[in-house]
């Protein structure tokens, strides 16, 4: 079996685009996937407009913004262009250099200060879109409405701390001004106490009955007004999202991401160059030689499976290597992932075995291969929760039949320590190293 | 050329194959003698191929047997059974070390000596001529020192001068001992070079004998004086194929 191994490897070598391609390959996607994970996502640019009067500001309670403090909230967020009008804007998002615009009104600072009066306002800001771009569209509403949503959360909490502020005039007085004149509020406790004193006093039971009646009035209003205040603040932010996480714990995003290009990249290459070149055995018409008393069928078997695990875990070798040039390789705990990378490939070079026996042809196994890896690879990444429990069962079951979850399972646990078990998803791929073969040898019967 | 004893290199009796309800080969018996060449001969699909993998061992009768002399058996496929992307020398050092020679490299050697192709030892197979393809494809089925060498349509494809070259190799081998069987659809080149032609018609072996048997099979009244190729065909039509 060695020699046959010896041969497909010097047939590997004699192919340079293929060599190529199965080193250049890894190190490209090493190359790609690396820039992603350590690259942030690009800002959009967006157009802003603010036709506030110089020297205005926006907000109320104690805390107010001028024209550069907006331009620096809504430039922290995405790239800004500054134009001078609404129609500047306009044509900036019209001609591309801008995703987006955003057109702050004159009368903006106007409304929400009205926010806290008594004749309320409904302030409003102008957003311009391209509508040619489905995508940046969706990213530039998905920032905007968190930014909005930053803002009206902040002004509810200004609201709520104002209206505060004259409920605690009303309760316990102070001074107020009013129109540039200062007004001295006596407020509820101290009537309570005024009339209760003036009670004392007053010696006609129908007027102490009428002081009585004041007097119940201004401490019942007292009692319920002193509830207002936390109301008014908890109005201002309903819920808190207190978050507790249960079970294991989850591995980072950028291991699953590793672990998911690692696996594709096995499976393309392990499985293509299986199945290519068994299905080779036949087109060179060295398939009947060699079986004709030299090696048995399950020795041939046995040495394909050979050449797609070695060069398999080379794949991942080189593929993990690139990538920790970008992000942290766990190198202390090799040993699990490459015995997990060894079993993912065993199992895929099995199933490009049974693939290449089948076909006999190597455009056809190619096709196949393809063909059948792909569906197989996309369902494997759909996330249970993301479907009804029947479907998500049909997916286990169909997943659970291709080597792909439990070598992604297997890597993804063996790349961090918080991953999954690796233990259960390598004895899923060495069955599936056995059902598969067991196919491959039923199919080079009729080779 | 055959000794003229009786010793056989290979003989086959009784032999049927099936494919489901196709029966291939019905019964036929066949034997070849050291160092004569037969030509196996007939329409198409008429079980030259399947006969000659069976005798092989490539592939299994359903019934009958087949006996060798015990110097084993080369088989010679019809398309040259290379890798194309190894050398010549390659190829040959493969089938060496697969057959467990004791002595691979020097079993190549000498393959490259009786092939002629030592000057080409280090070129890709891909890049030979078919007639050089078809030389490696007969040393690797030599390999093994066989006392019978099997060749499926081994001309087919090469010119004039390829095929009298390849001949001429084959002859040599001839020549030592060594029995030759071959499957042809060109019946000048099985009446040039056979000792015997064994004519095979809808799975059974309907004649046995040299190409002058054959033609006096037809008789003087279908024209003895007739090409070969005119007699097989007369042969073949009397005996009601």
Redesign the interface.
Known sequence: MR??LL?DL??LR??PLQLALLVIYPIAIALLVGFALTRGPEQSTVALYNAMPAGSTLGFGGEELNGDEIKKQLCDRVDCIEADSTDQASDLVESGEATAAVVVPEDLGDKIASLASLNPQRPEIEVIVNGSSAVENEIVDDRIEAMLAEANQLIAQRLAEGAREYLDLILDGGEFSLLGQDISVLGLKNSEKVLTEVRQKVNDPADRAKLDQAIRFASLATDNLDLAGPILTAISEPVVANKTEVGDEAPSLDTFAIAVTAAFALMFVTVLLVAGSLALEKE???F????????SRGQILAGKVGLGTIVGLAVVVILLAGLSVFVSIQWSRAPVWLLSSLLGAAAFAAVGAALGAATREVRAATLAAVMICLPFALLSLIPDDAVGPAIETVISVVTAAFPFRPALDALTGGLELSGPSVWLPMVHLLILVAVYSGFARIALRRF | MADGTSRKALSANGIVKRFGEREALRGIGFEAHPGEVVAVIGPNGAGKTTLLTILAGIAEPDAGAVETSGGGVGWVPQQAALYRRLTVSENLLLFARLQGHDDPAARVEQMLELTGLGVRRDDQVGSLSGGNQQRINIAIGLMANPSVLLLDEPSVGLDPAQRARLWQFILGLVADGTAVVFSTHDIQEAERYAERIFVVADGGGVFNGTATELRDAVGSANGSDFDLETSFLAFLKKEGH
Not at chain 1, 288 to 295: D, I, K, P, S
């Open positions: 020699w046959l041969k010097q047939i004699r192919s060179e018409n060295a009947t030689r060699l079986t004709a008393g030299l090696v």
